[in-house]
């Protein structure tokens, strides 16, 4: 979807109001209606609300849905964006937006600005694409949370403070990600990075460390495990490779090194990280190296020599007693990261993220990779599918369910007494206003004889 703010200038504090109206009134109406707009909005006049209304529809920032019982608006996702990118100019965290830098499966990356000219990243998250729409219909476990439509929208807001959160924290704790700047609904605004994802590595494999490369990849996997999350979506498409990594024998080159500590990449997109306590946590690890173990071996033909002699276990791959890392023995708890974050699979989760959940797991099984000759241990296995609902039991859900067999069963024994009455003519009915039968007492025996 293209973002246009062409029109963002000419909006008046009236339209952003009646628009903001529209928003909140979305949280429990599908289409909201005109009047409860006006309300929400504040405004004076029923007659300035209406303006608003039909400017905004016009530009498509809200639409009205055919042939709905009632008179009624629903946002669009130009409209959010809006919402979101005026309440990051009052922020100042966002002053201009040039061009899109590139279209992933769940988001639009665009370039952007602050008033000091500082270049930046604003990802809009896109949840529910053609692709994944694609996706929900092969999966029963999604269409039997979505046969009443999911609210894609909702799950893009989601999703984008999700992220922010992790990357916050991560970012807090010294690990390779973007510097994170400011979140507003859908929208993520981060750090810009000075190099190319690792899809284009090849094209530059004679600068760079390849075999430092491999194990400072699988270190972080190794380090992100130990506090407590697995990225599950770690490939070439979502690590950056920073251009002040490469090596030269120039002296002049701006591609010499500048920090000798610095690992040389960045790792993206972090919606779906699930915690080391979730059922599928060392599937989705073992994916992970699978997917750089693959990478380095088709594209930078580069396969580590195994050593079984070497001591050295600080890496991974030539000259280390490694050539991978293996969940069960190098994924030893050293940090609650994931508890901090509410990760998938820690804890217990509120329907909103259970929500949110089944959206992402479409993102963790949305693979392109085709399945390679690693070493016979080392193939990609698909893991079944299976209903989310039993990850997030709640005690209280068991005590609301002994309350619902009870009531089941008393209301069960009632239906027997009533159909033997019917059978036997012996018991004392009555029928109510709905045309149900009801077994009624000895007080109202007269009421009966009267009805």
Known sequence: MKLDTSHMRYLTAEDFQVLHAVERGSTNHEVVPTTLIHQ???????????????????????????????????????????????????????????????????????????????????KIHRLGRTSFHTVRNKRDYIKKNAKNGVNWMFLSKLAAAKEYQFMSLLYAKGFNVPEPFDNSRHIIIMELIDGFTMTRLKYHKSKFNIPKLYSDLMNFIVKLGKSGLIHCDFNEFNIM???????????DSNNKVINSNDCGFIVIDFPQCISIDH????????RDV?????FFKKKLKYVPVVDSTMLDEDGF????????????????????????????????KKSNDRDLEIAVQTMRNYSDYESDDLDENSDVENSEEENLDEYYYDSEEENDEDDFQGDKDSLEEENEKIIEALTTGVGKLKMDKLGNYILVGDDDEEEVKNN
């Open 40 to 122: 929400l909005s504040g405004l004076r006049s029923i007659s300035g609300t209406n303006r608003c209304i039909s400017d905004l529809a016009k530009l498509k920032l809200i639409s009205k849905l055919r042939n709905a019982s009632y008179d009624g608006y629903r946002l669009t996702y130009s409209g959010i964006d809006y919402l979101a990118l005026k309440t990051m100019l009052d922020r100042d965290t966002v002053y201009s937006i040039g061009g899109p830098m590139g279209v992933g499966k769940e988001s639009d990356i665009y370039k952007v600005s602050d008033k000091e000219g500082v270049p930046k990243v604003m």
């Open 241 to 251: 490779i920073k251009k002040t990594a490469a090596t030269s024998d120039d002296d």
């Open 279 to 286: 059922p599928d946590a060392e599937f989705y690890f073992k």
């Open 290 to 294: 699978d997917c750089i173990r693959r």
């Open 317 to 348: 791959g030539d000259g280390y007693k490694y050539p991978y890392p293996v969940f069960h023995r190098d994924i030893k708890r050293e940090d609650n990261v994931d508890e901090l974050l509410q990760a998938s699979g820690y804890s217990k």
